[in-house]
């Protein structure tokens, strides 16, 4: 399958590529849609979910995950189940963890 991103990814109804994904490192309810983690991430990590960023939360057992991105049209809610194993999270001293994309880079 071709990687398409930009403007094609929009067309095709794909997520569009982000620069900078935030891990929300506290667990939340998966039940929360995309109010609720918006609400989540303006009150407890003081951002604007319209800022571009991506955040993604995980659920208690690390076994769901969620990824919510706005883009200049709306808002994008992607999830993922593991059948087996977890999603590898930091430690809880920290309120989230930011990671960059490299120009010209994969992740």
């Known amino acids: ?9 929009a067309r095709f109804g794909m997520m569009p ?3 900078l994904l935030q891990l929300v490192v506290e667990p939340v309810d998966m039940r ?11 009150a407890s ?6 800022e ?10 690390s076994n769901r995950l969620k990824v919510l ?7 994008w809610l992607a999830q ?3 059948h087996h194993g977890r999603f590898v999270w930091p430690q809880r001293a920290m309120r ?10 994969g992740w």
């Open 45 to 50: 990590l003081q951002h604007s979910p319209l």
């Open 17 to 19: 590529p982000f620069t």
């Open 96 to 105: 989230y963890l930011r990671w960059m994309r490299r120009s010209g880079n």
């Open 69 to 75: 991105l706005w883009d200049r049209s709306g808002v």
């Open 32 to 42: 929360l849609g995309i109010e609720g983690l918006s609400a989540k991430i303006h």
């Open 80 to 82: 993922r189940r593991l």
């Open 1 to 9: 399958m071709r990687h398409l991103v930009g403007e094609s990814a």
């Open 52 to 61: 571009g960023a991506a955040y993604a939360f995980r659920n208690q057992r």
